[in-house]
């Protein structure tokens, strides 16, 4: 039974191929031997443009020789861009060809030629300044347009765009309905044009904790495309299963088998960004499978790369695998001169994470208000529209005016309150996030604290067996000690406690005179909400004795068993935690 239902599903995708449609070009004819070139490029698939230069040094011939037809030149700089925007990882070039094509087309600005130089030049400023509410605004737009003129192709793309604002800001649900949407559309074309859109679903999938189901979508796809043409989507499928099955011990075999598919696929790959991004996936098989020496050339030659990049999630992962490798190798100097580097690169990178994530609730917030203008734009055209088929009767017309006005002044109002409220929920969120920052902070260095105190007892075993000399092991000894956490440490995250929460520490002690430092430190601790786990781990003490010294601190404020600890702590800070 179950090959029959395997055989049906086979004949049915054979049978979809049969009847996919060829993408229609939607570029106005110009001339004819470059409107031949510009509809093969356009409908060849999504497959890297690698083999395609010779029809754009055609294009730039064409262009050259009839000058009178600026639309040639145009074009030429716009598929040229495209062109090395996939194979050229320097993206100088391909920014500025774009922009040349922009301002040669934008005499107009309603041609079908200007709507896709623009829609290209936007993709590369959102890769520079990441403005999320620009971007979704702009796709919103131009998918009003695509629709217009029947490009359905051009309209997938704009869903997936959408999507993946969506998805960058954290709401999977909306991310994978517009994902889907592209998906839908885009497999009446073909399986070469709908992989990638079914490989964006199964991200989403495995992102929202769908991870058997991802990993399944993406095997599947593996086996239907493994000769396909676009050599980059493959080693993307590639790339995504493995770093799916990487955390995965019951699936280590396929792990595995992918992983070395994915070493032979990626001199077949010609975009720059991710062969790299591959690289990591493969220093990660390596340093796994304790082929250490691979794992760390390939992590020194990402680092510089990354570092250009300004990459810090991705220049952090491979100095902590670097870290991680040396100690298991017995080299610790080089094991704590990189986790230092990790340390620091942490540090930095926290602090740009939090601004980054207040800047995309900020965009969050700004496309649900531009939603609910438009929404509010659509009712007042029905308002109107109402208005005309009703306005034969001067009676009629002048009550119901006064209802219409009525209504649209209680919707303006509703508007209003909406637009309070989420200011209202933007500020929480920014306070939520400070929180996070401290969160981060005293997690991050308990962490570097007992990653430190482990390379010590490597240290002072090492030193036992004479593995390293007395010298060097107090060197060593005395560079860890110099980063464990001190005082200092407690002072300056106490100084950031206090600019969220300026009322918390002389509040309490106000009230409460015999409570020591430690036990302002725990208070704190508990006011933030780290669980009683996370605070035995920061304070290196036994989670035990945290419960104890909370007992502790509950009878010197005399607190009965039904008052609750946290909410009598948020008392003293009011205004981070107003009543509701």
Known sequence: MRNKIIFALVLACSFTNLLAETPRCFWPKVFAPADAIVEQLDTCGPEIFADKKPMIDKLYLLARQHPENPALLWRAKFWDAILRRNTDHNSDSCIKLINEAYLLAKKDTTSYDYHRIILFKNLLEFQQNRDYYHYYVFHSKELDYYNSVGDELRSAHCYTEIGRVYDDLGIPIQALKNIEKSYQISKKYGNQWAYSHCSNIAYCKYKRGERDEAINMLKNIEKEYRNGSDKNLYVNILTNLCLFLSDRPDKKDEYN??????IESLELCSDYDLKHTALINISVYYFQNKQYQKGIDISLNLIGYFEKTKDIGRQSACLSNLAICYSIMGDYKKATEYYEQFAQLQLVGSHSKVASEVMNAESLLKIKQYNMQLEEQRRTSRFRMIAIIIGSALVILGLVGIILFYRYRIRKNKVQLENEQLKGEKQQLEIALQNKKLVSSSMMLAEKDQALKVIKEYIADARGRDSVAKDVATKI???????????????RFKLSFEQVYPD???????????LT??????CAFYMMGIDTKQIALILNVQPLSVQRSRSRIRKKMALDRDTDFIAHLRKFNPKQFPDR
């Open 257 to 262: 088998k992918f992983s070395k598919q994915l």
């Open 477 to 491: 000894n005395m560079a860890v000690n110099t980063h464990l956490m001190s005082e200092r440490e407690w002072e």
């Open 504 to 514: 918390f520490f002389e509040g309490l002690s106000t009230q409460y005179p015999e």
């Open 517 to 522: 430092e430690y036990d302002l430190r725990l």
